[in-house]
Nanobody, 123 residues
């Protein structure tokens, strides 16, 4: 059974960078895609991006494209979210999860959610 744990969140100034980690224990399964989502207070959970098991194919939501990069460690058990040029609107709790079915951008198709890590960007 897969368990995911996010880490790396914290407080950062606008324009700064932060790298989040999603560590998986146990073997992953499903479609082979691990996704990053974020949720700010009062807002819907938003797709940030995803990466295939191979690490060669990535997907990005509109808010992330051009600023964020998703990658996998060589061991495939850790997925990273490198966030650059951070803005105040990036403030949210960031989650990783395993894609099980449906659209890669739809959180309803994911499972094995981590507990989330808080990212706060000060302006």
């Amino acid at each position: 059974q897969v368990q995911l744990v996010e880490s790396g969140g914290g407080l950062v100034q606008a324009g700064g960078s932060l790298r989040l980690s999603c560590a998986a224990s146990g073997r992953t399964f499903g479609s082979g895609v691990t996704g990053w989502f974020r949720q700010a207070p009062g807002k819907e959970r938003e797709f940030v991006g995803g990466i295939r098991w191979s690490g060669t194919t990535t997907y990005y939501g509109d808010s992330a494209k051009g600023r964020f990069t998703i990658s996998r460690a060589n061991a495939k058990n850790t997925v990273y979210l490198q966030m650059n040029s951070l803005k105040a609107e990036d403030t949210a709790v960031y989650y990783c999860a395993v894609h099980l079915s449906g659209s890669y951008s739809d959180p309803r198709g994911y499972g094995y959610w981590g507990q989330g890590t808080q990212v706060t960007v000060s302006s």
